[in-house]
DNA sequence: GATAAATATTACTTGACAGGAATATTCCTT
DNA sequence: AAGGAATATTCCTGTCAAGTAATATTTATC
């Protein structure tokens, strides 16, 4: 998994803007009026989302138009996907790992 | 959705623990050894991700041992839903903003 | 081509965080 | 109770990222 999508979500003015083009795509402007951000902030928060490959860019006109890629969500889907087992099975390795030590206690103090 | 499952993972080192732990808990100085840690940052790093519930503490004996909590992924699970529409329904929302903005020309310049 | 709107970039300051070393704490063992 | 293993905390330093203000760039309009 890639650390920069967390890294890029990590910050809230950038997981506002993720969640405000769920609804769809919107020009700088937009985004900044919606959510109070200045204009130059919100630039350097979309290119930080831009690079990290969570929203691409389309000129309209005068403006730049954003929208989500649907890319790293996906990916980020299947990351999650590996840990499903974890809370569906209800599998708690904890007993496993103690019985573990106790073998190796068992086998006495020669290490190696 | 919460910041700080974000920002807990945006740390490289962090998101090795947390993929370590997918396999069973562990203690810390394993967890040190395994990734090549020092041990003041393992505990370090630990104590961020305890702090934002990704990782439950069980000491037993003298060890501390470490493992995952299955909410924050489902937490994030329930939130990655609300974008799935966006890859599954091929939904582009680009048309109809462009629309949109038509209307309002059309409309005169009048703004208000 | 000049002007203005929309957006991007830069420079500066400040605060948060990671690594490293040293130290403190907790708990087991004898 | 003493010694030692396992872990947590503190202090220090350097780096990086965010906010702000100012400026540059692009593109449409006239």
Redesign the pocket.
């Known amino acids: 998994m890639n650390v920069s999508t967390f ?1 890029a979500l ?5 997981l506002d803007i993720v969640e405000l083009l769920r609804d769809g795509p919107l ?4 985004i ?1 009026d919606r959510l109070q ?12 989302l831009n690079e990290a490959g969570l929203v691409e ?1 389309q ?1 309209v ?6 929208k989500l890629r649907a890319q790293p969500f996906q990916e980020l889907d299947d990351w999650l996907e590996t840990f499903r087992r974890m809370w569906e099975e209800k599998f708690d390795n904890l007993e496993a790992y103690l019985r573990q030590l106790q073998e190796q206690d068992h086998r006495g103090g020669d290490k190696e």
């Open positions: 890294s990590a910050e809230p003015n950038r020009p700088v402007g937009e900044a951000l200045g204009q130059p902030q919100t630039s350097k928060h979309l290119r930080v860019v000129p006109a005068n403006k730049r138009i954003y």
